[in-house]
């Protein structure tokens, strides 16, 4: 991109490889110039988390509070109740209404972590696009809304696109959800004079229908910058690994096990993701990333630290890496790892160490503990554990027990009471 900004934003966001796309960059910056420009994200509540793939979003967001504009964090408690189709093979699971509240219960305690909310100018608002997407008269909403809408335009963005040649059922219900999203567009510039949306570049179409609305009907001029679909430098979905996503909420991912995830990053992703994921100066982020050898495990630590101080705090993220060197350099038991509690009625007269690596996580299913215990990659208190049909009784539960699966991933198992 040889586009030269002159907004903080906008620079910010170039320089530390947020921006996938934009619109129009001229019209944008000039904006950021011009004044306080709110801008927004919407977050659908299909989960009582965010995880790690939302989480350049929120750094969006947090930027362009810091460079003096207002963020405007969306809740889709109404378009939850339709589903996103971008990119997915099938249709979302529908939801309850009680079950979407509790999501966004659950999804907005990680945003009071990352920005300021408030009546300021530049304070961040939590919106529910439910407040008028649940009020729509349905006649009304088509005449006027949905004949500005071109089905044929709607069939080439590839997010429809390439779920129907690979010739899997696309519901009229999902259809609707692209005109929905634009039309929170139009409601939010009206509302709150919403002038840009962000998101993956998988929602460049949405946010390009928002736009066109909204120029059909109100004569208004908005904006839309992607990021993009971030994958680590092995080809991996960012925040996805072995045993599930790497949630936001503490009540879901453990700090520890959070921390754990940005210490484990490959060589080769550690200045990217110290630019996107943290507010270290860029020079910095490229010297850290740089490094080589034994030097490149200490800038991870310093990109653990200070992603999970944003997410959860410093004392989460000193209580982490204390746990970490106890475990790793002195073969210890830290007072941080994910911790499994049995009550005497979950032991009975003994339960399987098989199943026991299954209930911290270590494993998916039995087979894969058992083919974990034969691969000689199980360890129980650090000695390799070589017997699957071994029983863990309350003697052996007498304090707690440390199991492993190689060299990174560890759980501990005590008896309640």
């Known amino acids: 991109m040889t586009y030269q900004p002159k907004s903080d934003f906008l620079t910010v966001m170039l320089e530390r490889g947020f921006v996938a796309d934009c619109t129009d960059y001229e019209g944008f910056d000039k904006a950021l110039c011009d004044g306080v420009v709110p801008g927004y994200i919407g977050f659908d509540a299909t989960a009582k988390s965010l995880h790690v793939g939302s989480l350049i979003q929120i750094m969006m967001l947090r930027w362009l509070q810091k460079t003096g504009h207002k963020p405007l964090t969306l ?153 993009p679909l971030l994958t680590t430098s092995d080809g991996k979905k960012m925040g996805k690994t072995a045993d599930g996503a790497i949630w936001l909420n503490a009540d879901m991912r453990s700090p520890y096990e959070f921390w754990q995830f940005w210490r484990n990053t490959t060589d080769a992703d550690v200045g990217r993701f110290l630019k996107l994921y943290t507010e270290m100066p860029v020079e910095e982020c490229n010297r850290l990333g740089a490094l080589a050898g034994s030097e490149i495990n200490e800038a991870k630590i310093i990109l653990a630290n200070a992603v999970t101080t944003l997410c959860h705090g410093a004392e989460a993220a000193a209580t982490a890496e204390a746990t970490a060197r106890e475990v790793f350099e002195k073969g210890g038991i830290g007072d941080d790892l994910p911790t499994v509690s049995l009550t005497a009625a979950d032991l009975g007269d003994g339960i399987s160490i098989v199943q026991l690596i299954v209930k911290t996580g270590l494993a998916k299913s039995g087979k894969d503990a058992k083919r974990l215990i034969k691969e000689n990659g199980a360890k129980l208190d650090d000695a390799p554990l070589t017997d699957a049909g071994l029983m863990i009784d309350a003697a052996a539960l007498s304090s707690p027990i440390k199991l492993s699966a190689g060299k990174k991933r560890h759980a501990l198992v005590q008896l309640d009471g």
């Open 75 to 227: 809740m889709g408690g109404g378009t939850t109740k339709v589903g996103d189709p971008s990119f997915r093979a099938d249709e979302r699971p529908l939801l309850t209404n009680d079950q979407i509240d509790d999501n966004i219960a659950g999804i907005k305690k990680v945003f009071a972590k990352y920005l300021d909310y408030g009546d300021g100018e530049t304070d961040a608002l939590m919106l529910n696009n439910a407040e008028w997407l649940d009020e729509l008269n349905y006649l009304t909403f088509l005449r006027d809304i949905g004949r500005h809408f071109s089905v044929n335009r709607m069939l080439s963005f590839e997010s429809v696109k390439s779920r129907l040649d690979r010739e899997q059922s696309l519901s009229f219900l999902e259809f609707n959800y692209m005109i929905l999203q634009a039309y929170d567009f139009l409601e939010l510039n009206r509302r709150y004079g919403c002038l840009v949306q962000f998101g993956g570049s998988d929602q460049w179409g949405n946010i390009v229908n928002g736009i066109d609305l909204t120029r059909r009907v109100d004569d208004g001029g908005l904006f839309g910058l992607t990021s």
